[in-house]
């Protein structure tokens, strides 16, 4: 069973910082601009619940864009799974007409250099600019062409 894509780049060290980047189950427009600080907020502090820090948060309507911090001990897959399972349930319970809300199986997740850090902010803060000329598929398939991630294009949509 395809889970979808998970890429990595990069060295991790002593603090992950990553990229992720994940999207709305068949990537529906549920994130609407009325719900996207309210949930980017929950989002931060589930990041920071077992000791991560959230950089910067933002995305569209069928994605999400988080720059994070991660404490060494703390998994990549397991950061995103919770965050992810956690998020579901939140919306679920505040908004009650989501009650079918999911993301999309599989994330990506790129690490970052201490000297990338604003630059890849900047491009999260943008992300309504980068949207006004491609969709959500340019944009992830360039991210891992640019981080050097092989994917298959037949499953990295299921």
Known sequence: MNQGIVAF???LGKIALIHFVFSTKNRESLITAERRPRLYEYMGGTIRSPGGISLEIN?????????SKLRPDESVSNAIRSLKANASGWMHK????????????GY???TV???QVEQVRK??????HHHQKRSFKDEF???????GIEFNEEHLWK
């Open 9 to 11: 780049s990069g060295y």
């Open 59 to 67: 995305g569209m309507s069928d994605h999400v864009h988080l720059l």
């Open 94 to 105: 505040v908004f009650p007409e989501l009650s079918d809300f999911k993301w999309q199986d």
């Open 108 to 110: 990506g997740g790129f």
């Open 113 to 115: 250099s201490q000297s």
């Open 123 to 128: 491009y999260i803060r943008l992300q309504e």
């Open 141 to 147: 398939t360039e991210l891992l062409k640019i981080n």
